[in-house]
């Protein structure tokens, strides 16, 4: 379970980051972190992980600090956490040293899915690859909470669909997963749960099913919380 209280985080400026009063994650659950670009979801991926400070507030993953739950967390972005001179096989065999859970077979069998090279090396890959190799190492850590920042991008549409059904395939059930998106179309059958940040701030948070059930889509209530105009273009160009 991730909890978090009373988190704030402000960069120069002075504008806020973040601003949360109380949230809990309970384990097992995929959500979306959504928002529109500046909304604080990267800021908010990153507060969970540790980096950098946040002001006030704490947040503790199964009742502790990150600082102690390091083994349990895997942290997917576009930055990517590999090393560049290694090759997936010797990155493996850094990360099996690190993560007492990690899963040879499930990282193989994620390299040989994506068509990754294992004894390629990784600085030569291109962004798109190096992407997918994050992903292999991600989800063959063992770890128990996932934590992606926009995992589709520069993949294709294939890559991204073939991914969605790979992801929630080799999930063993306990694992609790949050990613941030822009592309909510492909990911709401997947999602069980959609945050919307606005300022730093939770604008929304609720079960799909429960918008389902009132037939929305994700995209309906995104464009509500964001005041989304559609035809707000024709006033600047008109
Ligand atoms: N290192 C930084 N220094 C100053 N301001 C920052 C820094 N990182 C983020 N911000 C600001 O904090 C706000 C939240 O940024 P964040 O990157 O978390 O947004 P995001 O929702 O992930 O955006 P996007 O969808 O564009 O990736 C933005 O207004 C951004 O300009």
Not at 215 to 236: F, H, S
């Amino acid at each position: 379970m991730i909890e978090m209280k009373f988190v704030t985080k402000r960069y120069a400026g002075g504008h806020y980051g973040l601003y949360w009063e109380s949230a809990t994650i309970p384990t097992g659950e995929i959500v979306g972190i959504l928002g529109e670009n500046g909304s604080g979801k990267t800021t908010l991926l990153k507060a969970i992980m540790g980096i950098g400070d946040i002001e006030n507030g704490e947040i503790r993953i199964d009742g502790l600090p990150v600082t102690q739950q390091y083994e349990k967390m895997a942290f997917i972005t576009e930055e990517g956490s590999f090393l560049p001179d290694l090759t997936p096989y010797e990155y493996g065999q850094f990360l099996a040293d690190f993560f007492p859970r990690f899963d040879w077979e499930r990282y193989n069998k994620l390299l040989k899915f994506f068509n990754i090279e294992s004894h390629g090396q990784i600085k030569k890959f291109s962004k798109g690859q190096k992407s997918k190799l994050e992903i292999c190492a991600g989800f063959s850590k063992g770890a128990k909470y996932i934590l992606m920042d926009e995992p589709f991008l520069g993949k294709d549409m294939f890559t991204r669909r073939d991914f969605l059904k790979l992801m929630v395939s080799s999930l063993k059930g306990d694992e609790t997963i949050l990613l941030t998106t822009h592309i909510i179309d492909e990911i709401e059958n997947v999602l069980d749960r959609a945050i919307i940040l606005r300022y730093g701030r939770v604008k929304a948070d609720f079960y799909i099913d429960d918008i389902r059930e009132e037939g929305r889509t994700l995209a309906d209530v995104m464009a509500e919380i964001t005041g989304y105009e559609e035809n707000q273009y024709k006033e600047i160009f008109d």
